[in-house]
């Protein structure tokens, strides 16, 4: 039987609110419009009364963003505030509401630099609050009950959404629009969760939280990396500038197996060259990215992405620079997250 409200048996979340669709409002419920990060964190739990019998849930809102305008900044303050909620001995779980549009990027973010075995979990919606049919409401039952469950510890950073549970180096956005964006295209999903039922299945693969060299986060400031996007046709003009501007890493988003055309290749070895670390990852959305395959990555000084995609590695290899420079420990820091 579930504990009565206010029962200092029920377990104790914290809540860290960025924003989101989650909480966007809609000019009129049901039409074309909306702007994220309108309602409150007190609001979105109001709406969803069940939550009393599950969690004692304090709130805090760490930012009131569209997850677009998410920023490294943001990321110091979120990772540092989940830390100090894990780090509280009242807190059994953290949940994080954040838009979808960028929300892998911060779960593996989190992933990489929380160390915690305490369940952390990431929730968003594609519906805004006041749509017909809004998804936040359960998907905001189910991030907390997931958060609050004890098989979810020791898994890394999950996310939640349309009733599933994702592994955060695993998911990505894949729909503009639709509930089922979310997708793991390399191994599947790390379970489900049925009206606060949870099914956890597969453990995650590779480092992460309590056993990732890069938790807790360091003050070190971290590095610009920038993301090229190949094509055909594909000039050297976008790396150059990267480059010439700033950037003390580059990911290349490459056709298939992270491949980019001679010319682009010759500026990312000039890149290389420079001590700009260079990494292949594929536009595809899915597979992995080898050494040596099509591209002489040993000769020039690259690093394939593995399974990574372009905005996945671009997190990895932020953080890695800050611990190194060698483009063989940066792979092997892609070898094992
Ligand atoms: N651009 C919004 C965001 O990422 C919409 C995506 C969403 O939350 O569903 O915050």
């Known amino acids: 039987m579930p504990a009565p409200s206010g029962s200092p048996l029920l377990p104790r979340i914290r809540l860290l609110a960025t924003g989101g669709t989650i909480a966007g409002a809609q000019p009129s419920a049901g039409g074309p419009g909306y702007k994220a990060a309108v309602f409150s964190a007190e609001a979105l739990i109001a709406a969803v009364p069940q939550l009393t019998d599950r969690a004692e849930i304090e709130i805090e809102q760490v930012a009131a963003i569209g997850s677009q305008d998410m920023d490294t900044a943001t990321w110091r303050k979120l990772a540092q505030r989940t830390q100090a909620a894990v780090d509280d001995p009242r807190i059994s779980g953290v949940v994080v509401t954040h838009g979808t549009d960028t929300l892998e990027e911060t779960a593996f973010f ?64 894949t729909n503009t629009t639709q509930v089922g964006t979310f997708r793991a295209t390399h191994r599947g999903l790390a379970g489900i969760v049925n009206s606060g039922r949870l099914h956890l299945y597969a453990p995650p693969v590779r480092r992460h939280t309590a056993a990732s060299e890069f938790a807790p986060l360091a003050p070190a400031p971290l590095p610009r990396v920038d993301i090229v996007y ?39 070895a000039a890149a290389a060259r420079k001590g700009v670390a260079v990494v292949r990852s594929s536009r595809t959305g899915g597979g992995v990215v080898e ?47």
């Open 110 to 173: 989190l992933n990489l630099v929380v160390r915690t075995g305490k369940p952390v979990v990431l929730v968003g919606a594609m519906r805004p609050a006041t749509a017909i049919s809004a998804d936040g409401p359960m998907n905001l039952y189910n991030a907390v009950a997931v958060a609050t469950h004890p098989d979810s510890a020791d898994r890394g950073v999950l996310v939640v959404a349309n009733d599933e549970v994702h592994f955060a180096r695993e998911v990505a956005k």
């Open 230 to 268: 190949a094509y055909a046709g594909m000039g050297r003009e976008l790396l150059d500038a990267a480059v010439q501007t700033g950037a003390g890493g580059l990911v290349i988003a490459g056709v298939g197996e992270g491949n980019l055309g001679a010319e682009a290749v010759q500026a990312a």
């Open 291 to 337: 050494r040596n395959i099509e591209v002489d990555d040993d000769g020039l000084g690259f690093i394939a992405a593995d399974e990574l995609n372009p905005q996945k590695s671009r997190v990895l290899l932020m953080l890695g620079l800050t611990r190194s420079r060698d483009p063989l420990e940066l792979q092997a820091m892609f070898l094992s997250y």
